[in-house]
């Protein structure tokens, strides 16, 4: 594609009982209806895994060298979309699919404590939820394996990363439903990117 940019879109892999994760489904759905012009998508399956997520990340980030990455993750007995601020150096206890935790408990060790994405995203939560859409602000990810992909991201790609946390349950985790806001959510958030004066006047 001529004078196309790319945006990245990653969901994860097996977790639990799911054998296919809707992250990793969202995404692909993504990458059917596209971000618009010029915008190529290019999506990854990430393991539920600690080492190969930090391989991944960075990886994407040396090698596409992407406008924008945008992770999906599955927020468990959630019915809303929730918008990341903030990624979490620390604080990483939990086990991984693999059995494994980072000695060190953090991504990155000496790295900055948190990390905010460019994008302001509680101007992006305000505008869909005057829109009657059911997309919560968030600065708390978790600090599990979502949380832990989005700092990486975050870190390597100079802040311009999103995390979104898609719901388990209700009408939106329906792919019909979510796909379509997912779109319109993104490209919102490119807007921004082009135009950061535009997330001061929310």
């Not at 004078?3 to 994760?21: A, C, D, I, K, M």
């Not at 059995?99 to 990155?108: A, D, Q, R």
């Not at 990810?141 to 975050?154: E, I, K, P, T, V």
Request: hydrophobic share 35%.
């Amino acid at each position: 594609m001529n004078g196309s940019e790319t945006v990245v879109v990653t969901g994860f892999g097996p977790y639990r009982q799911f054998l296919v994760n809707p992250s990793w489904t969202a995404a692909q759905g993504l990458k059917v209806v596209g971000l618009g012009e010029r915008i190529d998508v290019y999506i990854k399956e990430v393991p539920v895994s600690y080492v190969k997520t930090q391989q991944i990340i960075a990886d994407i980030w040396q090698t596409l060298h992407p406008k924008f990455a945008v992770h999906l993750g599955l927020a468990r007995g959630s019915s809303v979309v929730i918008v990341e601020q903030t990624g979490k150096n620390s604080g990483y206890r939990d086990r991984d699919v693999c059995g494994f935790c980072p000695e060190s408990h953090c991504c990155l060790e000496g790295g900055p404590e948190k990390l905010d994405s460019v994008i302001n995203m509680k101007a992006v939560s305000k505008e869909f939820r005057r829109a009657g859409m059911d997309v919560i602000y968030s600065r708390d990810a978790g600090r599990y394996l979502c949380d832990f992909a989005y700092y990486c991201s975050l870190y390597h790609g100079g802040r311009r990363a999103a995390l979104i946390h898609i719901p388990s349950s209700g009408s939106l985790s329906s792919a019909v439903r979510l796909v379509p806001l997912l779109q319109t959510l993104i490209r919102t958030m490119l807007d921004q990117l082009e135009d950061p004066s535009a997330s001061q006047s929310q």
